[in-house]
């Protein structure tokens, strides 16, 4: 049996265990079965197994446990936008190593370890998250990955103890944040009633990246079309640029409402780097391999 079932199988008992003697939910139940593995309580099935077959493993089984949840924020990253942002980084991080990446939204930190699986050299990984139950499943992965990380638990608005980092990645929430006394210290708490949450992780984003550094962002597709737009284009262009927006295939989302786009800034707050282009592209269906290749050698020569 290939590893990735293997894994998968083992924390699927464990999983199905909890959930069925009522001890909590599928998703407590693959903590359950994660922290067995991790205590030595149980060996995990396939020692030698590398670590995106162990990421993939844990990630069908929370896929399973999300799907019977019914938290809405229980979203997690799915591959096929992981795989996109991975190349991305990898293009753009260029061989440099050390590098630290930070994802200020980082859920269950499916698409933070998929990134930095992709890299070579060492990772620092940091992540945030007001979410306990997958603050503990993100940090459990990463002792399974063998992957260094600091996670936050707190709302990622506020302040954070982090030296500015190289990379932001983060899938943003998308909606309205409900804190509005602390939305009104941000310059993009906009005219609307309450702020739009994903506009504020971008302003806070900022803060927390390097002089240089660039920052992925999976967004809304309209973000560019919203009312708010103008005070976000302000915002961007005080802290640095927009380098490029990848428009992604509408079938990888459930509905053109929730189709989102890829977009890279950097910070240059000092206006010191040479200006580009802004790459607009629009990512090819997966299965076109052809389209694939082209959208790939498209990136390379823009890079
Ligand atoms: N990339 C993640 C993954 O692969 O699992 C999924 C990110 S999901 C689209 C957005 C995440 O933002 C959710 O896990 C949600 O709990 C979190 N979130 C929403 N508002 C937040 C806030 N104010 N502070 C910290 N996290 C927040």
Same mark, same amino acid.
């Given at each position: 049996?290939?590893?990735?079932?293997?894994?998968?199988?083992?924390?699927?008992?464990?999983?199905?265990?909890?959930?069925?003697?009522?001890?909590?939910?599928?998703?407590?139940?693959?903590?359950?079965?994660?922290?067995?593995?991790?205590?030595?309580?149980?060996?995990?099935?396939?020692?030698?197994?590398?670590?995106?077959?162990?990421?993939?493993?844990?990630?069908?089984?929370?896929?399973?446990?999300?799907?019977?949840?019914?938290?809405?924020?229980?979203?997690?990253?799915?591959?096929?936008?992981?795989?996109?942002?991975?190349?991305?980084?990898?293009?753009? %991080?260029?061989?440099?190593?050390?590098?630290?990446? /930070?994802?200020?939204?980082?859920?269950? #930190?499916? =698409?933070? !370890?998929? @990134?930095?699986?992709?890299?070579?050299?060492?990772?620092?990984?940091?992540?945030?998250?007001?979410?306990?139950?997958?603050?503990?499943?993100?940090?459990?992965?990463?002792?399974?990955?063998?992957?260094?990380?600091?996670?936050?638990?707190?709302?990622?608005?506020?302040?954070?103890?982090?030296?500015?980092?190289?990379?932001?990645?983060?899938?943003?929430?998308?909606?309205?944040?409900?804190?509005?006394?602390?939305?009104?210290?941000?310059?993009?708490?906009?005219?609307?009633?309450?702020?739009? %949450?994903?506009?504020?992780?971008?302003?806070?984003? /900022?803060?927390?990246?390097?002089?240089? #550094?660039? =920052?992925? !962002?999976? @967004?809304?597709?309209?973000?560019?079309?919203?009312?708010?737009?103008?005070?976000?284009?302000?915002?961007?262009?005080?802290?640095?640029?927009?380098?490029?927006?990848?428009?992604?295939?509408?079938?990888?989302?459930?509905?053109?409402?929730?189709?989102?786009?890829?977009?890279?800034?950097?910070?240059?707050?000092?206006?010191?780097?040479?200006?580009?282009?802004?790459?607009?592209?629009?990512?090819?269906?997966?299965?076109?391999?052809?389209?694939?290749?082209?959208?790939?050698?498209?990136?390379?020569?823009?890079?």
């Amino acid at each position: 049996m290939h590893a990735v079932e293997k894994y998968f199988e083992q924390l699927n008992q464990a999983a199905e265990q909890i959930e069925q003697t009522g001890h909590g939910t599928y998703l407590e139940g693959i903590v359950y079965g994660l922290e067995r593995w991790l205590s030595g309580a149980e060996e995990c099935p396939i020692i030698e197994a590398t670590k995106e077959e162990k990421r993939r493993a844990i990630q069908l089984a929370i896929l399973k446990g999300m799907r019977k949840s019914s938290q809405p924020n229980h979203q997690m990253t799915p591959d096929s936008l992981g795989m996109i942002m991975a190349f991305l980084v990898q293009e753009l %991080a260029d061989g440099k190593g050390n590098v630290r990446l /930070f994802d200020p939204a980082i859920g269950t #930190g499916n =698409l933070l !370890f998929t @990134v930095a699986n992709h890299l070579n050299g060492d990772v620092q990984l940091y992540g945030s998250e007001v979410d306990e139950l997958l603050v503990q499943l993100a940090s459990q992965t990463a002792e399974i990955l063998n992957q260094p990380i600091e996670i936050f638990l707190q709302d990622s608005l506020r302040p954070f103890l982090l030296d500015p980092v190289d990379f932001i990645i983060s899938d943003l929430p998308v909606g309205f944040y409900p804190d509005d006394a602390h939305a009104d210290t941000f310059q993009l708490r906009g005219n609307q009633k309450h702020a739009y %949450a994903h506009h504020l992780f971008i302003e806070q984003s /900022f803060q927390y990246t390097k002089e240089g #550094g660039q =920052l992925f !962002f999976l @967004v809304p597709a309209d973000l560019f079309s919203s009312p708010e737009a103008q005070n976000l284009h302000q915002l961007i262009s005080t802290q640095g640029r927009l380098e490029a927006v990848f428009q992604l295939p509408e079938a990888l989302f459930k509905n053109k409402s929730a189709a989102k786009a890829l977009i890279i800034l950097r910070k240059d707050t000092q206006m010191t780097l040479p200006k580009k282009d802004v790459l607009l592209a629009q990512v090819p269906t997966l299965s076109n391999r052809k389209g694939m290749e082209l959208f790939f050698e498209k990136v390379r020569r823009w890079k």
